[in-house]
């Protein structure tokens, strides 16, 4: 049942819709980018600076199975991840999470970070603030 909600839930965010008060964005239609530096990580960029006067972000990142959102930090923003579905580990300046649906990590600015998806791979919805793009 567990993993059914989670196919639901995973489902409703990548078919839903974002609203503001000058737009609509339908996620369906948004594209997915290639991360610049990491294979195999993509992001769908829901919520970008231009819409929150650069106050804050909002995208879904898919890392795919086995794949690595290696060691990084944000100079500067702090970052909030939503797992949505999957699994995998997260290391946070050096501490192991186990990254599964429901869990919700905040990373503070400068903080190194690094999440490993598992065999299934995983979505993540990722916040910025300030924005990342």
């Given at each position: 049942?567990?993993?059914?909600?989670?196919?639901?839930?995973l489902s409703n965010v990548l078919t839903g819709i974002v609203f503001s008060t000058n737009e609509e964005?339908?996620?369906?239609?948004?594209?997915?980018?290639?991360?610049?530096?990491?294979?195999?990580?993509?992001?769908?960029?829901?919520?970008?600076?231009k819409d929150t006067d650069n106050k804050l972000s909002c995208h879904i990142v898919k890392i795919e199975?086995?794949?690595?959102?290696?060691?990084?930090?944000?100079?500067?923003?702090?970052?909030?991840?939503?797992?949505?579905?999957?699994?995998?580990?997260?290391?946070?300046?050096?501490?192991?999470?186990?990254?599964?649906?429901?869990?919700?990590?905040?990373?503070?600015?400068?903080?190194?970070?690094?999440?490993?998806?598992?065999?299934?791979?995983?979505?993540?919805?990722?916040?910025?603030?300030?924005?990342?793009?």
């Amino acid at each position: 049942m567990k993993k059914v909600l989670e196919n639901i839930f995973l489902s409703n965010v990548l078919t839903g819709i974002v609203f503001s008060t000058n737009e609509e964005k339908v996620v369906g239609n948004l594209p997915w980018n290639p991360h610049a530096s990491f294979k195999g990580v993509y992001l769908k960029h829901l919520v970008v600076g231009k819409d929150t006067d650069n106050k804050l972000s909002c995208h879904i990142v898919k890392i795919e199975p086995q794949c690595v959102l290696d060691t990084h930090f944000h100079d500067g923003k702090i970052e909030i991840h939503e797992v949505v579905s999957g699994s995998g580990k997260m290391n946070l300046d050096g501490k192991e999470i186990d990254y599964t649906p429901g869990k919700i990590c905040i990373i503070p600015a400068n903080i190194p970070h690094k999440v490993v998806a598992g065999k299934e791979g995983m979505y993540i919805l990722a916040k910025f603030t300030s924005a990342l793009l």
